[in-house]
């Protein structure tokens, strides 16, 4: 009895799902459509649908699930020691010079290869 409820509820979830995904392509579709109307009313409209489609979708088990991932990378972020202006900069300019050196060793390289292909062709 227990499973025909779970299959019940899978099944119920998605038609919630299909549902909430629905009325995000119809405001979509609605936006482009009533382009005679003002910019705003159509982005407000727009906004309403998305959120009534989010709530519709949070009724579901997977919506539930994105949901606590969502606050749980939240409370991970504020965990992550950011590095200050200096670190980054002089990160940034390490990462720039090791650019322009294998670049640089590149170019060279290329150049050897194509004379000895060069010598060994007999073209040039």
Not at 51 to 79: C, L, M
């Amino acid at each position: 009895m227990n499973s025909k409820s779970q299959v019940e509820a899978s099944s119920l979830d998605t038609v919630k799902l299909l549902l909430a995904v629905g009325i995000i392509v119809g405001g979509i579709y609605g936006f482009y459509y009533l382009d005679d109307y003002s910019q705003l009313l159509r982005v407000l409209g727009l906004l309403a649908l998305v959120g009534v489609s989010s709530f519709i979708a949070y009724q579901t088990a997977v919506g539930r699930t994105v949901w606590d991932f969502a606050t749980s990378s939240k409370v991970e972020v504020r965990k992550v020691v950011w590095p200050s202006r200096q670190e980054t900069m002089q990160t940034t300019l390490i990462v720039f010079v090791m650019v322009l050196i294998m670049g640089i060793v590149l170019w060279l390289f290329d150049m050897m290869l194509g004379a000895i292909l060069k010598a060994l062709t007999g073209t040039g």
